[in-house]
C-alpha cells in the first residue's frame, strides 16, 4: 500500500462516522456523545454554580457556518484563497447519551457556486470532556478555492467579469489534537459555554493548560501564485506544496459573566508556541524541508440564555494554526460561527428507547 493510501486509511479509521461535535459535549460518534454512554451518571460540579440536564430531552434547531482563509504572504498585499462554504440549517435532538442533528445547505449569504466554483468539504471532531481533562482531535479537508480579492490580477477585476479566479487544484488538510488540563472544572462549565447540557449560574473561570499535535497538508497540481503575480512574492513564485507538522505547549483563560441570573456571556483565549518541521515543494525545484519556531491559538465568545425549559444563543471562534516567527510563506485561519434556539422537556423513555443501555 502506498503512503498516500496508508495516510488516508487511517485518517478514515479515526474519523469515519464522526460527526461535527462542540468540545464539552464529549466523544462523539454520528451524533451520539459517548462520554456519558462510558460513564452514564450525571458529572460531579457543585450545583451551586452549575446545572445539569442530562435527564432532560433536548429538541433545537441550529443554524452555522465554517469560514477557512489562505493567505499567501510574500507580498506586501497577501493573496487570500477561500473555499466556497454555505450556511447550513436544521434540527437536532439529545437525550442522556443519544444525539443527533439534521442540517441542510443554504444556497444564500454568500454561497454562489456560479461565480466561486464548488468545494467538496469533509470535517469531523471528536471530543471527550472527562473532570480536569479535555481531549479534541479534529480534522478539516477542502478541495476547490477562489481568489478572494482578484484586484490584485486586475483593480476592476469584479467589474468586468462575472466569476471569481478559481483553483479547482487547490486542496487543504488539517488534523489537530488537543490535550488539556482545566483547573476549575467544578464551577465552570464548558458544555454551558457551548450551548448544551449544562447552565451555568455564577460568574466561573478557568485556567486551561495543555499541548497540542498538528499535521496540514496545502497542494496544488501548479504554483499558489499566478503568473502576473510572480514577481511580487518571489520567496514562493514555484511554491505548489507546503506540509507542516507542529509539536507545541498552551494555556489560556476562559470566563463565564452571569447577569439576569438566566443570561451569560463566555470568554475563552488560548494562545501557543510551537515547533514546526515544514516541507516545501516547487513547480521546478526538489523538496526541501526546515525547522522553524511558531505560534498558534484559539479564541472564542459566547452569548448565551438558559433556564429550565429553554435555551439558546450564538457561539463564535476563530482560530489561528502552524503560524512561523520568520519567514513565513502561508498561514491560515477558521472561523465557526454556531446559533442554537432550544426547548428542555422532561421525558420518560418508552419501548426500544427505554431498553438502551444508560437509559
Known amino acids: 500500500m502506498s503512503t498516500k493510501r496508508l495516510r488516508k486509511a487511517l485518517l478514515l479509521l479515526v474519523f469515519v462516522g464522526c460527526s461535527l461535535a462542540s468540545m464539552g459535549q464529549g466523544?462523539?460518534?454520528?451524533?451520539?456523545?459517548?462520554?456519558?454512554?462510558?460513564?452514564?451518571?450525571?458529572?460531579?460540579?457543585?450545583?451551586?454554580?452549575?446545572?445539569?440536564?442530562?435527564?432532560?430531552?433536548?429538541?433545537?434547531?441550529?443554524t452555522d457556518r465554517e469560514d477557512f482563509t489562505m493567505r499567501m504572504v510574500g507580498s506586501t498585499v497577501p493573496l487570500k484563497y477561500k473555499p466556497n462554504l454555505p450556511w447550513s440549517v436544521g434540527l437536532g435532538v439529545n437525550y442522556k447519551w443519544i444525539g443527533t442533528e439534521l442540517t441542510v445547505r443554504l444556497p444564500l449569504l454568500g454561497y454562489d457556486v456560479t461565480r466561486k466554483g464548488k468545494t467538496k468539504q469533509f470535517g469531523a471532531k471528536v471530543n471527550l470532556n472527562r473532570n480536569h481533562y479535555l481531549v479534541s482531535a479534529q480534522y478539516h479537508s477542502y478541495r476547490g478555492f477562489y481568489m478572494y480579492n482578484p484586484e490584485l490580477l486586475q483593480p476592476d477585476w469584479l467589474d468586468r467579469f462575472a466569476t471569481y479566479p478559481n483553483r479547482d487544484d487547490l486542496r487543504s488538510q488539517t488534523a489537530e489534537v488537543h490535550v488539556l488540563y482545566q483547573t476549575n472544572p467544578l464551577q465552570f462549565s464548558v458544555p454551558a459555554t457551548l450551548l448544551q447540557r449544562e447552565g451555568q449560574r455564577?460568574?466561573?473561570?478557568?485556567?486551561?493548560?495543555?499541548?497540542?499535535?498538528?499535521?496540514?497538508?496545502?497542494?496544488?497540481?501548479?504554483?499558489?501564485?499566478?503568473?502576473?503575480?510572480?514577481?511580487?512574492?518571489?520567496?514562493?513564485?514555484?511554491?505548489?506544496?507546503?506540509?507542516?507538522?507542529?509539536?507545541?505547549?498552551?494555556?489560556?483563560?476562559?470566563?463565564?459573566?452571569?447577569?439576569?441570573?438566566?443570561f451569560f456571556t463566555s470568554l475563552s483565549v488560548r494562545p501557543g508556541v510551537s515547533l514546526l518541521l515544514q516541507q516545501t515543494t516547487s513547480v521546478s525545484a526538489p523538496s526541501e524541508s526546515r525547522l522553524k519556531a511558531g505560534w498558534e491559538g484559539i479564541a472564542s465568545l459566547t452569548l448565551g440564555y438558559s433556564t429550565d425549559k429553554y435555551y439558546g444563543g450564538i457561539y463564535s471562534s476563530t482560530s489561528w494554526v502552524n503560524r512561523t516567527f520568520s519567514q513565513e510563506l502561508i498561514n491560515t485561519h477558521s472561523d465557526y460561527v454556531r446559533l442554537v434556539v432550544g426547548k428542555r422537556l422532561r421525558y420518560r423513555p418508552k419501548g426500544f428507547v427505554k431498553k438502551l443501555p444508560g437509559i
Do not use: C, M
Open 27 to 62: 466523544l462523539s460518534l454520528l451524533g451520539i456523545p459517548l462520554d456519558t454512554l462510558l460513564k452514564t451518571e450525571t458529572p460531579r460540579v457543585d450545583r451551586t454554580y452549575i446545572v445539569t440536564y442530562y435527564g432532560r430531552l433536548h429538541l433545537f434547531a441550529v
Open 202 to 262: 455564577r460568574n466561573a473561570y478557568s485556567w486551561v493548560f495543555g499541548g497540542f499535535l498538528t499535521y496540514q497538508n496545502i497542494r496544488a497540481d501548479s504554483a499558489f501564485i499566478p503568473t502576473a503575480l510572480r514577481s511580487e512574492f518571489q520567496s514562493q513564485a514555484q511554491l505548489r506544496g507546503i506540509r507542516t507538522i507542529a509539536l507545541g505547549v498552551d494555556a489560556g483563560y476562559t470566563k463565564t459573566f452571569v447577569f439576569r441570573k438566566y
